[in-house]
């Protein structure tokens, strides 16, 4: 049987405006239940930077989830949060017969 994870999704929020009429952003953050890990590739970033590594994640959130990941931050097994790759759409229910239908990619670089 599949079962998922919780994760934690970071995204950002206008609240308000500042006394100089500025918007003041604050970051929000939310678990989401049952969702599938799968862990990328690791890579090195070559020769410009040798003590660096590329951190992937694919990430299949469930049909639950409607919210937006455009510019969120995805933290995976208590790990330091990665960034969303671009603005991850859901497949239609009809082509899904299961929970989950939106595909996530997360990347980030250490070192």
């Not at 933290?75 to 990665?82: D, H, Q």
Request: charged share 20%; net charge negative; proline share 9%.
């Amino acid at each position: 049987m599949i079962t998922g994870e919780t994760v934690t999704v970071y995204t950002w929020a206008v609240t308000g405006e500042d006394g100089y009429n500025m918007p003041v952003v604050t970051e929000t953050q939310a678990t989401v239940g049952n969702v599938l890990v799968a862990p990328g590739p690791r890579s090195d970033l070559g020769a410009e930077r040798p003590d660096a590594d590329r951190i992937a994640w694919t990430l299949h959130f469930p049909k639950t989830f409607t919210g937006s990941l455009a510019g969120a931050r995805v933290s995976v097994r208590g790990g330091e949060p990665l960034e969303v790759v671009g603005d991850p759409q859901p497949y239609t229910d009809a082509n899904t017969p299961g929970d989950w239908n939106r595909p996530v990619e997360l990347l980030g670089v250490d070192g």
